[in-house]
């Protein structure tokens, strides 16, 4: 029987201001019917243009040219009416798209937003289109799916919202279903749970699926085939053991090197690939890898490898590889913690106790019981040493951008002290505090937006120095070409503007405004969450780099615990507001002794295809708890697998599992030291 979709030659061009972008070039493929194929690659190689020329949803200036051919089960998508189109589109083949919060209207309901395709395709009533969308919603895991259909996109959870746009693609039971990056901004936890339900739709509702996604573990775990796009094309196609055990094509070769894992050895550095994708307004000639391979040579860059191998793997390769990059491959990595270990040193750089933060909530009131608030932290401790890493994870929502904003004084807790070398930063005000600020600074989630569109990279980075006073015009002009040399970036950098760089360039950016007055400490907050594997590489290595160079401490914050394993020297993990684990990295990975951390290591996606599908419906299940209500006694009892009534009664003191090991657990994974005081307990957690 023919495949369920055949691709053909596909070939999208786009009209820019600054020429043609040749963003999808002669890429053909199959997809039967069952079957999940896998686009992966980094941003800019053709993937999510690839589904959106299947969806017919090209941008303004888009189009596919050339014999470029699309058939849906027989029937050529390609030059069909728009008219005729929009019948196939959201009914026949469905998308689900990357970012949900931009995806859904905000000034419509959830209900009507799911229930709109169902009016437009099966042309049934509105109280029929609304019984879908309940339906619908509660196929897809949404909590009380009816009693939903009136809120709006900014009433949900990320988590939700995503399980809101996979409802409204599935309204229709569509037969082919392209799920681009649905989950990159969900933690773990809630990223597991959306891959598996996408997964047993799949098996239950019989459909197709191609998943565009960056992550190797997730394309591990999730996919039947891979095709590995870049530069617009297919690099490497295969089934996805044979891709992670015995890939070809050197690209899908440092893809792969590139990811963190639990197991990684942080005395070596991640292999990484260097360079940048190439423009696609100007494609080079030859091998459009070349300029970025190790197995590079004359003949790869003047001519064009084409697609060769078996039916069941094929690659584009004048030097393919066989199977993964060897160990060897990579360098040892001085760390500044070697030379600057805790026990050396009279007291802490830094030190927390009991932080509260509380924030009240507009409108909020219950009689008898005054103003509700979001119990954001709730007696938080820690300590860091100087040249210390500390590695603070959790899901959204647990409170850990708070308390980073609270240890470099960007905002004050309702009780509890931070002290600094000494120094309570709570009773500084004024010119004090702004000096004292000198040796604390962060690194935000979001790059793109904690800079000024409006000011060239050089105003960025000299801004701190003209607030502090520090240097002459010409002196903090050459401080601005030191920064920008240290984190990788060209001296001429600094006449640009932050939206002429990419995502890794502008987290560089971020990671040398936050150096520019050379602190002590920098709270590094998701640095590289939304970043591409192969980048997210470089940027570890280089902050690794940096704090041998300058013995910075970090506060690392993620939700991705094989991030945190890589830089961190010890592990706090958060829950609603409490730390519930403190632990030596190697104490969280091999010895974790709360049920949330177990959870949390269970949901890392793992680039092994056997043992990704092994995890497959186990680990943290549910939403995180409202923090204006946490649950009673532990708050982790009402997702936890051991929870029995003492754990609703009673909130589990901390208890010492080991040197600078403890967790706040009734029923732990481990067998806590005997007779452990609470005080100790709690004074060796931080």
């Not at 969900?186 to 997964?199: H, K, M, N």
Request: net charge neutral; charged share 25%; hydrophobic share 40%.
């Amino acid at each position: 029987m023919p495949p369920l979709l055949e691709v053909r030659n596909l070939t999208t061009h786009i009209r820019t201001r600054r020429g043609t972008v040749r963003a999808v070039d002669d890429v053909s493929f199959t997809l039967e019917a069952g079957e999940t194929l896998g686009l992966v690659g980094e941003s800019g190689c053709g993937k999510s243009m690839t589904g959106l020329s299947l969806m017919g949803l090209l941008p303004p200036g888009g189009a596919m040219v050339g014999d470029s051919s699309v058939a849906l089960d027989g029937r050529e998508l390609v030059g069909l009416p728009e008219r005729d189109l929009r019948r196939v589109r959201g009914n026949d083949i469905a998308m689900v798209f990357q970012d949900p919060m931009t995806s859904l209207d905000p000034t419509k309901t959830i209900g009507h937003q799911v229930a709109e395709g169902v009016l437009l395709h099966r042309g049934c009533s509105r109280a029929e289109a609304a019984d879908r969308a309940a339906e619908v919603l509660g196929l897809v895991g949404l909590p009380h799916p009816r009693e939903r259909l009136k809120d709006y996109p900014h009433q949900l959870s990320g988590g939700l919202r995503q399980r809101v746009l996979i409802a409204m693609a599935l309204a229709n039971e569509p037969r082919v279903l392209i799920a681009d990056e649905p989950t990159t901004a969900l933690d773990v936890t809630i990223q597991a749970q959306i891959l598996a339900l996408l997964a047993d739709l799949r098996a239950r509702l019989g459909m197709a699926m191609i998943l565009i996604t960056h992550d190797m573990g997730v394309t591990a775990g999730h996919t039947d085939r891979v095709n590995v796009m870049y530069a617009g094309r297919i690099a490497e196609s295969t089934g996805t053991d044979r891709l992670f055990h015995g890939m070809r094509h050197p690209y899908t070769q440092s893809l792969l090197a590139s990811v963190p894992r639990l197991d990684q050895d942080p005395g070596k550095e991640l292999p990484t690939i260097p360079g940048m994708p190439p423009d696609l307004t100007d494609p080079p000639g030859g091998c459009r890898f070349a300029g970025r391979c190790r197995y590079a040579t004359d003949r790869c860059r003047t001519d064009e490898p084409e697609l060769t191998g078996s039916d069941q793997h094929r690659y584009a390769c004048w030097h393919p590889t066989d199977g993964p990059l060897p160990p060897s491959a990579t360098a040892a990595v001085p760390r500044a913690t070697e030379a600057a270990a805790p026990a050396v040193h009279d007291r802490p750089l830094l030190e927390a106790r009991g932080l509260v933060r509380e924030f009240p909530v507009r409108g909020a009131r219950i009689p008898g019981r005054g103003r509700r608030v979001v119990h954001a932290l709730s007696g938080v401790s820690l300590e860091l040493a100087p040249g210390e890493t500390f590695g603070l994870v959790g899901e959204s929502g647990c409170g850990k951008t708070t308390l980073g904003r609270l240890l470099v004084g960007l905002d004050r807790p309702d009780t509890g002290t931070v002290t600094l070398d000494g120094t309570d930063l709570g009773l500084l005000r004024g010119r004090e505090l702004r000096r004292r600020r000198r040796d604390l600074q962060m690194m935000f989630q979001d790059p793109f937006s904690s800079l000024d569109p409006r000011m060239r990279v050089g105003g960025i980075l000299r801004e701190p120095l003209q607030i502090q006073g520090i240097g002459t015009a010409r002196e903090q002009k050459a401080r601005v070409a030191e920064l920008l040399a240290e984190v990788g970036l060209p001296e001429r950098g600094a006449e640009l503007y932050p939206h002429e760089f990419s995502g890794g360039q502008r987290q560089r950016i971020g990671l040398a405004r936050a150096l520019a007055l050379t602190p002590k400490l920098i709270v590094a907050d998701e640095p590289v969450s939304a970043l591409d594997v192969s980048v997210r590489a470089q940027v570890l290595n280089l902050m690794n780099r940096l704090q041998a160079s300058h013995g910075l401490s970090y506060i690392v914050i993620s939700h991705d615990l094989a991030v945190v394993r890589y830089l961190a020297d010890r592990i706090g993990v958060m829950y609603l507001g409490r730390m519930v684990e403190v632990g030596s990295a190697d104490d969280i990975h091999l010895r974790a002794a709360h049920p949330y951390t177990a959870g949390l290591l269970k949901a890392v996606p793992v680039p092994d295809p056997q043992l990704e599908r092994a995890k497959l419906g186990t680990g943290i299940s549910g939403e995180l708890p409202s923090p204006v209500d946490p649950p009673s006694g532990c708050r982790f009892r009402t997702r936890c697998p051991l929870a029995r009534e003492r754990c609703a009664d009673e909130e589990p003191a901390l208890r010492l599992f080991g040197a600078g090991h403890t967790a706040a657990c009734h029923f732990p994974l481990q067998q806590p030291l005997p007779d452990t005081p609470a005080k100790a307990a709690t004074d060796a957690s931080a």
